[in-house]
């Protein structure tokens, strides 16, 4: 099926991996079911039926060799837009690092699974504050992965760097499953007031019940994040194949273009692509220093 739409289509926010236990220790029992491997040829089927044109790889684990590999994926298939890789943001030679995997390929964005830091307030570390500041000479997005009880030092991380781009994975991964909206809510408003913050409308169904979800458990929490930040910051990410263990690629693209079925073509537009094309500058050359 060929895409007939004016914008590009991307999948802002999807996975590949190589899978081990040892590696991918945070794919526990409740995940099972995704403990295997998932390369691009077992997305490929997928994308093609949405009419997906690009996606935007994201990190699964804490290490260059990961980043790496993503980038040579990259290099390999024209559907891989973008990488989000991980980076040691804390170590003096960050910029050196950068430098040297912007030149590997279309790294866009760095991002570090700052949820599973014991220490809540990792964000504001002056080390990780300075690899913060690395990204702008490169043009690099930083991508937030947090739980909801992190918004708060989130908003005083992000008004740090007025100037650098960030984007909020997950909606904030508020507590769906319990049907809990505040004070998720009321700190998603706050961190939306800043201008260069966007955010993915991703691994939402994850956070429900993943047997017996509803979209009616999840309409509140999009209506929040429209609210917030409206169409021009919210792109789409399937966050595949993590999604897979409570909903297809094909169903989680469905509830989104229903979800977003009454706004303006070009409002659908901007979450369904371009937003994700400009944030992550797809098909863009490599800003190097």
Excluded at 56 to 63: G, P
Excluded at 128 to 148: K, M, P, Q, T, W
Excluded at 204 to 210: A, D, K, S, Y
Aim: a negative charge; aromatic letters at 10%; charged letters at 25%.
């Amino acid at each position: 099926m060929q895409n007939l739409s004016l914008y590009l289509r991307i999948d802002a926010h999807q996975h590949f991996w190589r899978y081990t236990p040892e590696e991918y220790g945070w794919i526990d029992e409740s995940m099972q079911s995704i403990r295997r491997d998932y390369l691009p040829e077992n997305l490929q089927l997928s994308t093609q039926q949405c009419d997906i044109d690009r996606v935007v790889s994201v990190q699964a684990r804490q290490t260059l060799d990961e980043t790496r590999w993503l980038l040579q994926l990259a290099s390999m298939h024209e559907m891989i837009g973008g990488v989000v890789g991980w980076v040691p943001l804390v170590v003096p030679e960050i910029r050196d690092v950068l430098e040297s995997l912007v030149r590997q390929g279309p790294l866009r964005a760095v991002r570090h699974v700052l949820q599973d830091e014991a220490d809540s307030g990792y964000m504001l570390r002056s080390d990780f504050n300075r690899g913060i500041s690395a990204l702008l000479e490169f043009g690099l997005v930083y991508d937030i992965l947090i739980f909801e009880h992190h918004l708060p030092q989130t908003i005083e991380f992000v008004d740090r760097h007025p100037q650098q781009m960030f984007v909020l994975d997950h909606i904030g991964k508020p507590h769906i499953r319990d049907g809990v909206i505040s004070p998720w809510r009321e700190n998603i408003r706050s961190l939306a007031q800043r201008p260069n913050v966007h955010c993915k409308i991703s691994g939402i169904v994850t956070e429900g019940n993943h047997e017996t979800w509803k979209k009616s458990e999840l309409r509140p929490y999009w209506e929040t994040v429209l609210a917030a930040f409206g169409p021009g910051r919210l792109m789409f990410g399937s966050d595949w194949p993590v999604c897979l263990v409570a909903t297809t690629y094909q169903e989680w693209f469905d509830v989104v273009t229903e979800q977003i079925s009454t706004l303006s073509e070009s409002e659908r537009g901007a979450i369904l692509g371009d937003t994700a094309r400009r944030i992550y500058r797809i098909d863009d050359p490599p800003k190097c220093s």
